[in-house]
């Protein structure tokens, strides 16, 4: 194609020419003034309207930087590449002309020095979505320099300057030309005076594409440049970091001409998307709204009422998590339920413009035989707005999600994180952290919208690489935890000093409002009472479709292992002595003073296990990470600090030379606090869900005998760069056919381990990103069977199509657990059957009368059942139906051994 020319040629041949002010009035073209007269868009800011959001229209990078002021929209904290992006209008591929002017001047009386501010136009991803484009996306800048130079692309010398003290209008517009495009710009004062002007001749392909307003401080660089392949940390666009000089305002933005194409329906807000849960008749469901300043703000919640709709509750947002919370009780539909929240918000001038944004709710599918789950967690946004994975999960027909945690990374969305406790700071990091969980509802928003789900909280979401919560105490302050981090990606930072002394880093309200904005949907919890510093809980239990989970938080109450094993050196989870590291870790390592899930938790799973009403037929306990260290590395290396770049091998090839490693941040420690947790589960026969270690694994955990306790399954990341692994150096006791790192193990803290199955890293191939499929990265589906009382497990890659004719899960899966084998595993030990022929599927419990202790509960399916225990002794047995009247009772049954029985 003859207009598609090198950036270089045009280097060379193409510079921009300057036009004097004489010859001005009529060299711009008159297509540009007709656009003007008649735009696409044109925005609009109210006078009487302070927030940080911009507007629906636009996605602001980073949005902690930018505010809606006296009917501006204000870059009011400098930095590189700080950016606004158009969202609803587009510069399409084919030929045409492009007109965009705006409105901007100077904040405070400091001048620029380096840096410029303008428009960018042809931004591109290569993710090809416009939300990928959105925050990642590259174009063509095309401004004024600090020092009043104007630039298409290069800045080239030029002695004419226009005055950025003073207000201007900036004007760009595009037009074929024999070449390409021909790209005018013209910066001129309000009154039309004083201009300066500026053509380029350009490729077409530079032209279309996003559009964005920038204000960027630092040094002025040639424009576009080539996507690099991407990989790792190299898709977020370069020189974002904090500080400079450029601090500026823009109003009065309008964009027009033939090459425009309007979308309107990619407008995001002011309802963002909506999370929910059902559970025992109660409807919790979360509309997350952006930052909308200061006022009381209300949002409905309505349900369609025949041909129209009625509201049933009225919330108001919430201030610093920018959600409104509504709860209803009472709730008994017997079919699905569409809905929608509903949100005034002003306009244009005189104009309340009515937002909607719904769903439906799910009734609860008590009915079904088979009860599908997702298990999901960490999702960086390496591949967003992964598409890939949305629409391959979708596909499973999940009745429910449980997303673990991690559902943000520090540097997602570029620009770092501010991590800081400085008062000055506190609002900054809580927008930071808004924008990233926005990018999080972004790619999920049509699961959330439909499908209920669990949402919890782990050490990134706390802007920790771990976190040890010690209760909800702050970090050691004499750790110079005040320091901020701004506009510095701070993932794999050494500094690990603050997190190490245990607690949390960031502010209780920082916190709190990351659990409100996270959690608040999920049902009430156990014991509302707050830990240290204020900090809320929201551990509970859920009912859904008859399987009840058991939502816990597995690092809130955690001891830090550093303060208390000081010998160890322990830094970001891993001992750095080497004396430690070579005695016998699980008599040295296993201080009594430590917990892992709190009396609070563990009194709860105490109550949750034996209850069974409501129609429950089976549990599952879910928190974060799982209850073992399955996890190796290559000779000579201790830590995970070089998981990243370690090789990845092909299918198939088990890599030699590994060895067991021993990570305080697993729950493998501490050790008595892990079989605490395990014992409890234990009690309700419900396999443990989890995530967090970017492996995926399926485990049967032992406590005094190996898989004496309940099934574990870790589901693997949706998108990390921080891969585990799984090659021990020596293979399993009672290993499966045909699988060398299955089998009996003690972990590095001498935790019994029996490994099922594994994904470690290796080079699958597929469509996507090949980082993505190198790192194993995916989700699991649970299929729990009403009628057999089985789980089937399956993890899947994110990129395979569960719909295809030979799509697989990993290799390993699907394996199928039986729900008595949490617990009764091996069991040699029976009583006397339960026969209860006048009631269906009782629920039976048995007590050790030794001790008065309930051993298990359980419901049982049918009207026979024979229980077996895991030790001789006495005991008594009920049969009882906890919703009714039933209730049969035997004392003093003695166990047999199972050939006796």
């Known amino acids: 194609m003859k207009s598609r020319l090198s950036r270089r040629s045009f280097l060379k041949s193409a510079g921009c020419t300057a ?34 959001w911009a507007g629906p229209e636009y996605w602001t990078n980073p949005m902690q930087d930018w505010r809606v002021q006296d009917g501006r929209l204000e870059c009011f904290s400098p930095g590189g590449d700080r950016n606004v992006f ?94 390409g495009y021909r790209v005018s710009l013209r910066a001129e004062g309000v009154d ?8 380029r001749e ?38 974002q970091q904090a500080g400079g000089t450029m601090t500026y305002w823009f109003r009065d933005w309008t964009v027009g001409g033939t090459k425009i194409d309007r979308h309107e329906e990619r407008a995001y807000g002011p309802i963002l998307f909506t999370l929910y849960t059902v559970s025992r008749n109660t409807l919790k469901l979360s509309a997350q709204f952006p930052p909308l300043g200061e006022g009381m703000h209300m949002a409905e919640l309505q349900l369609r009422s025949g041909a129209g709709w009625s509201t049933i509750a009225k919330e108001k947002i919430d201030h610093d998590a920018c959600n409104a919370v509504f709860r209803v009780t009472g709730w008994k539909p017997k079919e699905d339920q569409p809905y929608r929240v509903v949100f005034e918000f002003a306009g244009a001038p005189g104009e309340v413009r009515r937002h909607t944004y719904g769903g439906t709710i799910q009734h609860d599918p008590v009915e079904k035989q088979k009860l599908t789950v997702g298990l999901l967690t960490c999702i960086w946004d390496f591949g967003f707005p992964h598409t890939d994975f949305t629409t391959n999960l979708a596909k499973q027909g999940p009745d429910i999600l449980l997303w673990t945690g991690d559902q943000i990374y520090e540097p997602v969305g570029g620009y770092g994180a501010i991590e800081s406790r400085v008062p000055d700071l506190i609002v900054p990091a809580m927008h930071d952290f808004q924008r990233k969980w926005f990018i999080f509802g972004w790619s999920t928003r049509d699961l959330l919208r439909d499908i209920p789900s669990v949402c919890m909280t782990d050490d990134h979401d706390m802007y920790h690489g771990n976190i040890w919560g010690c209760g909800g105490r702050p970090t050691n302050p004499a750790l110079g935890q005040g320091a901020a981090a701004v506009g510095t990606v701070r993932y794999g930072d050494k500094e690990y000093a603050i997190q190490d002394s245990g607690g949390y880093k960031m502010a209780p309200r920082w916190v709190n409002m990351v659990q409100r904005m996270q959690t608040a949907h999920l049902p009430d919890p156990f014991d509302p009472t707050p830990v240290l510093q204020g900090i809320s809980v929201y ?27 000081p010998e160890a050196k322990i830094v970001n989870g891993f ?25 609070r938790q563990l009194d709860f799973l105490e109550s949750w296990a034996a209850d069974w009403g409501g129609g429950t037929w089976m549990k599952l306990a879910v928190s974060q990470t799982v209850f073992g260290c399955i996890h190796t590395e290559p000779h000579g290396i201790f830590t995970d600090s070089h998981d990243p770049d370690e090789a990845v091998p092909p ?33 309700a026969f419900a396999a443990h869900l989890s995530g967090d270690q970017h492996l995926a694994s399926m485990s049967h955990y032992g406590v005094d005998e190996f898989c004496d306790g309940v099934y574990g399954v870790c589901t693997p990341a949706i998108s990390s760069i921080w891969p585990r692994r799984w090659w021990p150096p020596h293979e399993g006791k009672n290993p499966l056919y045909g699988k060398r790192n ?43 069977d009403k009628q057999t009382r089985k789980t089937t497990v399956s993890i899947w890659p994110r990129w395979v199509d569960p719909a295809a004719a030979d799509a697989k899960p990993y290799e390993g899966w699907p394996i199928v657990i039986d729900q008595t084998d949490n617990g009764l595993w091996g069991a040699e030990w029976a009583l006397d059957a339960v026969e209860t022929p006048e009631f269906h599927d009782p629920v039976v419990q048995v007590q050790d009368e030794s001790n008065g202790e309930v051993v298990y509960t359980l419901r049982i399916n049918g009207t026979s059942f024979t229980p077996k225990v895991r030790k001789p002794g006495t005991y008594t047995v009920l049969a009882y139906d906890p919703d009714g009247y039933f209730r049969k009772v035997k004392n003093g049954v003695k166990a047999r051994k199972m050939e006796d029985a």
């Open 19 to 52: 036009v004097g002010a004489a010859a001005l009035a009529h060299h711009w073209p008159a297509e540009a003034e007709e656009a003007q007269k008649k735009p696409s868009f044109r925005s609009y800011w109210a006078e009487d309207v302070r927030r940080p």
């Open 86 to 179: 158009l969202l609803t209008r587009e510069a399409a591929a084919r030929p045409g002309d492009l007109m965009m002017s705006v409105h901007l001047g100077k904040i405070g009386v400091e001048m620029p020095k380096q840096g410029f501010v303008g428009f960018r136009i042809g931004i591109k991803n290569p993710m090809n979505d416009y939300r990928a484009t959105a925050i990642y996306g590259r174009g063509m800048n095309a401004g004024i320099n600090a020092d009043g130079r104007l630039f298409i692309g290069t800045l080239e010398p030029s002695t004419m300057r226009a005055d950025l003290s003073r207000e201007l209008v900036l004007r760009l517009h595009a037009a074929p030309s024999a070449q």
């Open 192 to 199: 039309g005076q004083h201009a300066t002007e500026i053509s």
């Open 202 to 239: 350009v490729a077409a392909d530079w032209i279309a594409g996003g559009l964005a307003l920038v204000c960027s401080s630092g040094p002025v660089k040639p424009s576009p440049v080539a996507f690099p392949a991407i990989k790792d940390f190299n898709f977020y666009p370069p020189d």
């Open 539 to 565: 551990y509970c239990d859920l009912l859904w479709g008859g399987v009840s989970f058991a939502i816990l938080e597995d690092r809130k109450w955690k001891s830090a292992p550093k303060p208390l094993l």
């Open 575 to 599: 001992a750095h002595n080497p004396e430690w590291r070579e005695h016998d870790t699980t008599a040295a390592s296993d201080d009594p003073d430590a917990q892992l899930l709190g009396q």
């Open 651 to 683: 299918v198939g090839v088990y890599v030699q030379g590994d060895h067991l490693v021993a990570d305080y941040d697993s729950n493998a420690w501490p050790q008595h606090g892990r079989n605490a947790g395990i014992l409890k589960f234990r009690k």
């Open 742 to 784: 299955t089998g009996d193990y003690l972990d590095k803290f001498g935790n019994k381990l029996t490994i099922l199955s594994t994904a470690s890293p290796a080079q699958y191939p597929g469509p996507g990103l090949e980082g993505l499929r190198l790192r194993a990265t995916g989700y699991s589906i649970l299929t729990c």
